[in-house]
């Protein structure tokens, strides 16, 4: 069993590094997610007693997703640390300033959404899952989905626009 987590390990990383870097917006905050998610995954997987898991990446997908929600609802979550410091600025090259403002919009309109909303639009529209997909692992209800990203993307409209 150990052998068949670690490959579980190694290909589901990547896909779930990238989700969580979606829904955190910072390197080590993402890295963070990932390890607590496989953490968990493990456990879950050699639980002897219980249900066995039939589809263990959709699972780790949803453990990622609960983990960010509840850790935003922690106080300390309001914390946001600076790769570089206000005012020093960091030199770039003006062949990557589009891709760049564009990533850095999407990145704070993101951050302006409340967690649970945020997780809608980065699983509905980044991760491309569907709509049913996204309320089983948000233990929401279909039209609650559609309701959050509807308004979810009006709020992301908005913050683009200033």
């Excluded at 910072?26 to 589809?55: I, S």
Aim: contains cysteine.
């Amino acid at each position: 069993m150990p052998d068949s987590f670690d490959a579980f390990a190694r290909s589901q990383a990547p896909q779930l590094y990238r989700a969580a870097w979606l829904l955190c917006g910072e390197r080590t905050q993402a890295e963070d997610l990932v390890q607590e998610t496989l953490a968990k995954v493990y456990v879950r997987m050699h639980r002897r007693l219980g249900p066995r898991l039939d589809n263990p990446a959709a699972y780790a997908h949803t453990v990622l997703t609960r983990t960010f929600i509840s850790s935003r609802r922690r106080r300390s979550s309001t914390e946001t640390p600076y790769a570089d410091l206000p005012g020093l600025g960091s030199a770039g090259t003006a062949d990557h300033a589009e891709a760049t403002d564009l990533r850095l919009a999407l990145t704070e309109a993101l951050a302006g959404l409340a967690p649970v909303d945020r997780a809608v639009v980065v699983l509905r529209h980044l991760e491309d899952l569907s709509v049913e997909e996204v309320a089983e692992v948000l233990g929401l209800s279909p039209g609650a989905v559609r309701n959050r990203s509807m308004r979810a993307l009006a709020r992301m409209r908005e913050e683009v626009a200033r």
